[in-house]
Structures are given as structure tokens and as C-alpha cells.
């Protein structure tokens, strides 16, 4: 479920994952590896920036590209 009540410049963790391109237990892991921090929400329900996730984005779409 989505919070309802998100700052402007931030993601749940599910539209952060939409916008990579993949599971949550994926983001899960780029957290863990520490690609990605926390930015806000609460430990069940984080936020992550905007900018932040759009910087792993390109960096990620610039290491599979040939």
C-alpha cells in the first residue's frame, strides 16, 4: 500500500522501484548495499528523493547500455 501523505520530492519505495525498473526486494537490496539511502517515512513505509533515485536511474541505464 501507498502512503497517502508523501512530501513533494519524494517516492514510496514502490513508485522508487517503478521507476528502476525493479521489485521491491530488489530496492530492498541496492538499500542494503547502501546504492540508495532513506530519506524520510517510517522503517515499514520509506521515502526515497527524487533526484537520488533519478541519479541510480542514469547510472544504471548508462552501465547497460553498450
Do not use: N
Not at 530488489?26 to 528523493?49: C, F
Amino acid at each position: 500500500m501507498e502512503s497517502q501523505m508523501i512530501r513533494p520530492g519524494y517516492l514510496t519505495a514502490h513508485q522508487a522501484a517503478r521507476l528502476l525498473g525493479i521489485k521491491l526486494t530488489g530496492l530492498r537490496s541496492i538499500v542494503h548495499r547502501g546504492q540508495l539511502t532513506r530519506s524520510g517515512g517510517t522503517p515499514r513505509q520509506p521515502w526515497y528523493a527524487v533526484p537520488d533515485v533519478q541519479a541510480l536511474a542514469a547510472k544504471r541505464a548508462a552501465r547497460q547500455s553498450p
